[in-house]
């Protein structure tokens, strides 16, 4: 047998296992937390136990140890080296630890981001020049590691790269300008920290070094202090798995590598980049193939991944999954009747680390029992299957996409802005990006329906009776543009999968996207069509009640896609032409209903953009016209409104102008200059989120006017709308009440 890993695995527990008892931990005082903080670490132990065995079972050569974090692996890696933000104290205890991640009393949460192009989101570390790096004695790593020794395995240590900790790091003081300043000290703690693990434990067998940012554009000084920390690191060890994932790794790096003698290097071969690989020269004794994806929920082709092994016949090489298992959900087996069609096509995380011991086995012994040869034979039988099965193709929606052609997608160059304006004659209009408090309520009345308790009639009735609620209070706040609220959304991409046909709805698929919140991707495994219209029924009842406009809402094709797991069998973009298809359907239903202005919203489109700069075009090019063809045959006195939910659009300004909306709503409540400046080039209408949605302290109307006011220098205010930064559905009425009153209250000190 070759050898074998995994990068790293989730982290839940089957069933969330841990998520009730890390919540309670967040809100204890000292004195709960003290009694929780047991159970908290038995739990982990159970997770950790269960990960482990699955890889002993399925003879993976390395158990992992540094791969479970209690909130964020970067916060754990942080935690290792003693890297506390000064405003936390210099306390490493577990208590700290989610005062970092969460803020205290007096202190705001460190910042988190998006890990690369995943909706993982990591822990921004801080440093300023009196960051003190030192090896932490008491580390988390230290505890598994004893705990570890249960099984009489070979383990291997994994550990965020000295040099990602610190690119993906900010700096936090006027006084430090290059965080480079502060790598010998960081790399001095770090090989401390694997010189005393190794002492501890001598299973470890391999060291795991992740270097994600190696796959960024990275400057000489940068390239060239990555060669001299990986020069030393394996003049110490002999035995550095140095491993990057999610994309190519930078062309000059490899360059800048060549020389250095790691055990292995790791790559990720999930997007067709063998070919990549194959031609790059390192020194590392063995090649880490990242051949089972860990970003997707289907089987691994067997066969494919016999074929790619074999183009590396000239080197020596090590088996595993492209990247960590964090971003798939962790056992198939624990669904039941909703993907019942699909689920033989279907690998979660417990499947895949079997997927590695079959290619294992069918590598390195090819008449190996009849019980491999079996699963080998089922693999090649369900990804046939899946190939050409009845449940994915529709004539119908091909034909339509073959029909395709360049004027059905509607450039709405001749948009009459006179006929705009009519309809909204007043400056700095007020709005509302969507959804209103999903009260306990609401919740109850859409779980007694799925559960079949309550009779569809009277679930509509009572969903009916939330929206009046709804639009009688956002006439009371007297907001211009209405919206009807959404109570009957769950989550805004899941309830539009549940109507849409190619869509399925796992029961347990649940991935991490920070911390102790998880979300539930559905699956896109066939043709999209629509069952019945998804909006309209909501929006025709809410339009009766109100005299002033009523603004219809739909979520656009990019979020559809990036938010659920994806087909493997066609491109991106053959998908997100499937959803427009749909979505135009609609929204020229909606127009016919007389709903002048149709919201259509693209929260993941900056997510969405790709790693190498040199494949934004192609993504602009597909995304943008995706989009347009949601507007075919619309007339262009309909208005249309689009919400993104960062500022940070720098990259994708010219993306958002080739959406050809007439207005775009962007979060500036947390604003900083560079939106302002992004917005000088912007010659659209803008809705100002100047309501932060993502605390619950009320809207600050001087703050609020200050921002407009800065903006007002390159923005006319015929084209600024006012409105929250995002949908209010986490929020609780007694929280929004003020703030609305307060954010229309801003109007007239504006004119
Ligand atoms: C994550 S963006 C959310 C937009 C959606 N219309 C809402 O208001 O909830
Ligand atoms: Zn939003």
């Not at 007096?106 to 030192?134: C, D, G, L, R, S």
């Not at 543009?481 to 649940?510: C, Q, S």
């Not at 940070?648 to 979060?667: A, G, Q």
Request: charged share 25%; with cysteine.
């Amino acid at each position: 047998m070759i050898g074998s890993h995994v990068i790293g695995l989730s982290r839940l527990g089957f069933k969330r296992d841990i998520k009730i008892t890390l919540e309670k931990c967040f809100i204890s005082d000292k004195n709960e937390f003290h009694k929780l903080k047991d159970d908290l670490i038995e739990i982990k132990k159970k997770i950790l136990y269960k990960n482990w065995l699955i890889k002993i079972l399925n003879q993976i050569t390395y158990i992992n140890v540094g791969d479970f974090s209690l909130y964020d692996h970067i916060l754990d890696n942080i935690f290792n080296v003693c890297a506390v933000p000064n405003r936390f104290g210099s306390s490493l205890s577990l208590k700290n630890y989610f005062n970092c991640a969460r803020g205290d009393e007096a202190n705001q949460p460190m910042e988190m981001k998006k890990w690369f192009n995943t909706n993982y989101h990591y822990i921004v570390p801080e440093y300023n020049i009196k960051t003190n790096f030192q090896y932490n004695k008491n580390c988390f790593l230290r505890k598994d590691l004893n705990f570890a020794n249960i099984f009489k395995s070979k383990i291997k240590l994994i550990i965020i790269g000295p040099i990602t900790l610190l690119k993906l790091g900010k700096i936090k003081d006027n006084i430090l300008k290059n965080k480079l300043f502060l790598l010998p000290k960081l790399l001095e703690s770090i090989l401390r920290m694997i010189i005393n693990l190794c002492k501890l434990n001598n299973n470890i067998k391999i060291i795991q070094i992740e270097e994600p940012v190696s796959i960024l554009n990275l400057s000489k000084i940068w390239l060239e202090n990555i060669k001299n920390v990986y020069s030393l690191i394996c003049l110490y060890f002999k035995n550095i798995l140095f491993t990057t994932y999610f994309d190519e790794i930078n062309k000059n790096l490899i360059n800048y590598l060549k020389d250095i003698k790691f055990y292995a290097v790791h790559v990720d071969l999930n997007n067709n980049q063998e070919n990549y690989f194959m031609k790059i020269n390192l020194k590392s004794k063995y090649i880490s193939l990242g051949l089972v994806n860990g970003r997707d929920i289907w089987k691994n082709d067997l066969e494919k991944s016999y074929y790619i092994i074999s183009k590396f016949n000239n080197r020596k090489i090590i088996i595993s999954t492209s990247c960590s298992l964090i971003h798939s959900p962790v056992d198939i087996s624990l669904e039941n009747k909703n993907i019942k069609k699909i689920k033989y096509w279907i690998s979660f995380g417990v499947q895949k680390i079997e997927e590695i011991n079959i290619i294992n086995k069918l590598y390195s012994d090819l008449n190996s029992g009849l019980f491999i040869n079996k699963k080998f034979i089922k693999n090649i039988f369900f990804i046939k299957n899946k190939k050409k099965s009845k449940l994915i193709f529709f004539k119908k929606v091909q034909n339509k996409l073959r029909k395709i052609c360049f004027q059905d997608f509607n450039f709405r160059n001749n948009i009459n802005e006179d006929v705009h304006k009519n309809y909204f004659k007043k400056n700095f209009l007020t709005t509302n990006i969507g959804s209103f408090p999903q009260t306990r309520k609401i919740r109850k009345i859409r779980s007694d329906f799925k559960n079949n308790l309550i009779e569809k009639i009277f679930y509509e009735k009572l969903i009916k009776r939330e929206i009046i609620y709804i639009l009688k209070k956002q006439l009371d706040y007297r907001i211009d543009v209405l919206v009807h609220g959404e109570p009957e959304r769950n989550d805004m991409v899941e309830y539009f999968a549940e109507i849409i046909n190619g869509y399925a709805i796992t029961k347990n698929g649940w991935v991490q996207s920070y911390g102790s919140r998880y979300v539930k991707p559905p699956i896109i495994y066939g043709d999209l069509f629509l069952k019945s219209y998804m909006t309209i029924n909501w929006i025709k009842f809410s339009q009766k009640f109100i005299k002033k406009p009523l603004k219809g809402m739909l979520t656009g094709p990019l979020t559809m896609i990036k938010w659920s797991f994806i087909r493997n069998d066609q491109p991106f973009y053959i998908t997100a032409i499937q959803i427009s298809i749909i979505l135009n359907k609609e929204i020229l239903k909606l127009e016919r209903l007389g709903i002048k202005i149709i919201q259509i919203d693209e929260p993941a489109i900056r997510e969405f953009l790709p790693i190498k700069k040199n494949k934004y075009n192609k993504y602009f090019n597909w995304s943008s016209k995706s989009f347009l063809l949601i507007y075919k045959n619309l007339k262009n006195t309909t208005q249309i409104h689009t919400h993104v939910c960062y500022s940070d659009f720098k990259n994708i300004i010219n993306l958002i102008d080739n959406l050809n909306v007439d207005v775009i709503s962007i979060e500036t409540a947390r604003s900083n200059f560079d939106i302002i400046d992004s917005l000088k080039r912007y010659k659209r209408s803008v809705g100002l989120g100047v309501y932060d949605i993502h605390t619950n302290r009320k809207m600050s109307i001087d703050k609020a006017i200050y921002i407009i006011k800065l903006i007002l220098s390159n923005i006319k205010k015929d084209k600024i709308w006012i409105n929250p930064d995002c949908g209010l559905k986490t929020r609780k009425w007694k929280d929004i009440d003020k703030s609305l009153i307060n954010m229309v209250s801003i109007k007239p000190l504006l004119n």
